[in-house]
């Protein structure tokens, strides 16, 4: 089994479409993006795992609608201006991570949801779950959330994570032996972000030590479960 591991990003990442890597695990939820502005009702959820891609894939669609970004679980955030955002194109990312007490009660999201397709807005909505599981105490925004079109991203593949990994690895100028992306893809978790945690967890290990990036460096640093026998 392979064991979680976790450490801060250092630069913030790329939200541009051409670094997003693109398999049959997010074909649905890709084809369902463009599909913009042609959406129905002007509106669509867009559901995955943490680090599945999908703010990946939302933010790179807010750079191209000129969308206003709202970040739903963000407790701090300002009040929304409903009015001002009636004809623009909206994202609320992890709308199903609201945070109590916040900026995105259901009212909010009720009207949010009612203004998509009105005078040109469009509303695209992010979440780990699918819409049908959304917390809410309001029976309207019940009945709207239950008729979203969810677009679904599934749990990233190795050609995912090959990619993620490799971009990675190139950001900090690191050439990695061979085997080693083969060695990784065996054994991290099926997420992009435990990918680069792991690019950064060898980054720091080899710096400091001195050492290329090989296999045994990776089973030393990562300390990956039934490795005892690799070299």
Known sequence: MSRQFRLPLHSPPSFAREHFAASPTNAQAIAAIDAWPRWGDGRLALIG???AGKT???????LKANAVVVEAANPLAAPLDLAALRGRAVLVDD????????????????HLINMAGVDGGTLLLTGRLAPVAWDCAVPDLRSRLNALTAAIIDEPDDIVLEAVLRRAFAARAMTPAHDVYPYLLRRIP??????????????????????AITRLLAGEVLAFEGDEGED
Do not use: Y
Not at 56 to 61: C, G, K, N, S, T
Not at 97 to 109: I, K, P, S, V, Y
Not at 191 to 211: F, H, K, M, N, Y
């Open 49 to 51: 795992a943490a680090g």
């Open 95 to 110: 709308a199903d991570r609201r945070a109590q007490g916040g900026h995105l009660d259901d009212e909010t999201l009720f």
């Open 56 to 62: 990946h894939l939302a933010r790179d669609w807010a």
């Open 190 to 211: 099926r997420s992009s972000l435990e990918a680069i945690a792991a690019v950064d967890l060898l980054d720091e290990a080899a710096s400091a030590q001195g050492r």
